[in-house]
Every structure is written in C-alpha cells, then in structure tokens.
C-alpha cells in the first residue's frame, strides 16, 4: 500500500464516529490476527538440532574448520610474499 493510500485511509478514520473507528479497530485486529496465523512460525535452532547425520557433507565439522584455516593461513603467506618490500 502506498504512503498516499494510507494517509487517506487515516483521514478517513478521522471522520468516523467512535462506534465506527471502534468497529475499524476491531476488523483490523482479526484481520492481524489471522494473518499472524497464517504465516509459518520460525524453527528454533534446539527443535531441528541433531536432524543432519554427522558428518553432513562428508567431514567432521572440527576437520572442516582445521583445514579450512591452513588452507586461510597458506592463501595470505602466498600473498605476502608477492608484495614487494
């Protein structure tokens, strides 16, 4: 919706009595309320731990993370020693 039509939807909530903006009030909430209910609620990381079998991917996460660092350590070595001193 845009910036214009809401303004007019404001102004036009401003002309109703307070019966009619109490009614606006209360479609509007159970409109809110069963769109809340709609959407899918989020996961939490505790509801889906343990799903993937270790190793996921082939490799121990521990592995994973040591041979990605040396892999890290030998890329920057490479790269200072093509720097010019």
């Known amino acids: 919706m845009s910036y214009n039509n809401l303004q007019k939807l404001k102004q036009q909530a401003d002309t109703l009595t307070l019966e009619e903006q109490l009614e606006l009030i209360a479609y509007l909430a159970e409109k809110a309320r069963q769109t809340q ?3 899918k609620p989020r996961q939490r990381w505790n509801e889906i731990r343990g799903l993937v079998p270790a190793p996921a991917l082939g490799e121990d996460a521990q592995t994973w993370v040591s041979r990605t ?3 890290a350590n030998e890329h920057r ?4 020693k093509n720097i010019p001193p």
Request: proline share 0%; glycine share 0%.
């Open 37 to 39: 209910h709609i959407t």
């Open 69 to 71: 660092r040396q892999e």
């Open 77 to 80: 070595e490479s790269q200072l």
